[in-house]
């Protein structure tokens, strides 16, 4: 994939806690994989506001529901990294 190397300006306080974060990964890979997941973001809300637009607003029940299936998704990756990770320990 094809890189531009830009300049960008970040609180240091900030800086100094990204760049502990990012050491496995690299500074440029953090950032871009933190702008992918805002465009993303940005995205699901503009589909949200259409859909509230077509539909309505969702009720109070819609949203819970929602947060339901989250956590059970939530769950279900944080069982699926655990087994990741006890397979590579077993292969360690």
């Known amino acids: 994939m094809a890189t531009k190397k830009v300049t960008v300006t970040i609180p240091e306080d900030l800086l100094e806690e990204v760049r ?3 050491s496995e990964y690299g500074l440029s890979a953090y950032v871009a994989e933190a702008l992918r997941l805002r465009r ?35 769950a279900e990756h944080e069982r699926r990294r655990q087994a990741r990770e006890a397979r590579a320990g077993e292969t360690a």
């Open 40 to 74: 993303d973001r940005d995205k699901l809300r503009e589909l949200v506001d259409w859909l509230e637009e077509e539909h309505g607003p969702i009720t109070e029940a819609e949203r819970a529901d929602a947060y339901v299936e989250l956590d059970e998704l939530d």
């Open 20 to 22: 502990a974060e990012a």
